[in-house]
Every structure is written in structure tokens, then in C-alpha cells.
């Protein structure tokens, strides 16, 4: 287990964007497998990007084109860019990781990361 630490989140209006970030508490886990998800209520949780060990990345077909994940290493930190926000983002974003890096993760696989940030809400009106 590897703690997680978001923010970013808050209230945008429709077009506008917002960067979410997910700092990794312990540098011993470095470029490991992390992803984002979200949750809007009275829906399931849904994965929205996925970032792997070499920097490969995955989207969610409802965000493709206007989110980009990104990973700067030294601050071991993940970004979702997210532009273009419509009132359907309006979600929790969750940030999950595998503490494991068994290297490869796919968007919206659960299984694939063992280690989940406490939620940042953003709103989008």
C-alpha cells in the first residue's frame, strides 16, 4: 500500500478546465502504474486515464481528446489535464495506484492498482 495525496479539484463552468494532481507519498515507489477514476453520484465508478510503468497511456472514450494524464518523475506526481469540461465530468476523481509495478495498466481496471487516493470533487455548471 502506497499513500496518495490529490487536489486540484473545485467548481468550473462548461469549456473551462482544471489540473487534478496525485502526489506519491513514498519515492521508493517511483513511475509506478497509477490511474484515475471517478464516481458521479448514483453511478458507478468509472476509470477516465491510466498512466503505466514507461509512460504509455489509456483514456476512457468519453474523455479521449480532452483530458491528457501526465507523470513528472521527480516530483512523483500524476496530472490529469482536463480541458473542455462539460457538466457530465462532474464527478469525484479518485487517484489509484500499483504499489506492485507490475508495469502495465489499462483505464478503468480496477485490478490493476491496489492503492486509492481519498477523492477530490470537481464540478462542472
Known amino acids: 500500500h502506497v499513500q496518495l495525496v490529490e487536489s486540484g479539484g473545485g467548481s468550473v463552468q462548461a469549456g473551462g478546465s482544471l489540473r487534478l494532481s496525485c502526489v506519491v507519498q513514498?519515492?521508493?515507489?517511483?513511475?509506478?502504474?497509477m490511474g484515475w477514476f471517478r464516481q458521479a453520484p448514483g453511478k458507478d465508478r468509472e476509470g477516465v486515464a491510466a498512466i503505466d510503468h514507461f509512460g504509455g497511456t489509456s483514456y476512457a472514450d468519453s474523455v479521449s481528446g480532452r483530458f491528457t494524464i501526465s507523470r513528472d518523475n521527480d516530483k512523483n506526481t500524476v496530472y490529469p489535464q482536463m480541458n473542455s469540461l462539460k457538466p457530465e465530468d462532474t464527478a469525484v476523481y479518485y487517484c489509484a495506484a500499483d504499489p506492485l509495478d507490475r508495469k502495465y495498466c489499462t483505464v478503468g481496471r480496477e485490478s490493476d492498482f491496489s492503492s486509492w487516493g481519498q477523492g477530490t470533487q470537481v464540478t462542472v455548471s
Open positions: 513514498d519515492n521508493l515507489y517511483r513511475r509506478i502504474p
